[in-house]
Nanobody
């Protein structure tokens, strides 16, 4: 059973940056396109960034130009560099396979953008 662990969240002021990390217990990064999702209370979880096994990235319009997704397949690790953060980026961020999210969800990491 694959376990996903997200880390790197925190409280940051608007305009600041954070780097999230996602590690997996299995070698899924060699076979799965992966993605970062986020969820705020009362709303559905949304995919904000995805990356293929070969490294091709796609982004939701809301984060395009500010977020950068990357992966290190050998380390079973994926990253999300978030720059120029906005209050509307506040959410719990999760990683999983990119649509469909076929693995069990981890606990996520909270990102709060506030002054």
């Amino acid at each position: 059973q694959v376990q996903l662990v997200e880390s790197g969240g925190g409280l940051v002021q608007p305009g600041g940056s954070l780097r999230l990390s996602c590690t997996a217990s299995g070698n899924i990064f060699y076979i799965s396109s992966m993605g970062w999702y986020r969820q705020v209370p009362g709303k559905e979880r949304e995919l904000v960034a995805a990356i293929t096994v070969g490294g091709i990235a796609n982004y939701a319009e809301s984060v395009k130009g500010r977020f950068a997704i990357s992966r290190d397949n050998a380390k079973n690790t994926m990253y999300l560099q978030m720059n120029r953060l906005k209050p509307e980026d506040t959410a719990v961020y999760y990683c999983n396979a990119a649509l469909p999210p076929e693995y069990d969800w981890g606990q996520g990491t909270q990102v709060t953008v506030s002054s």
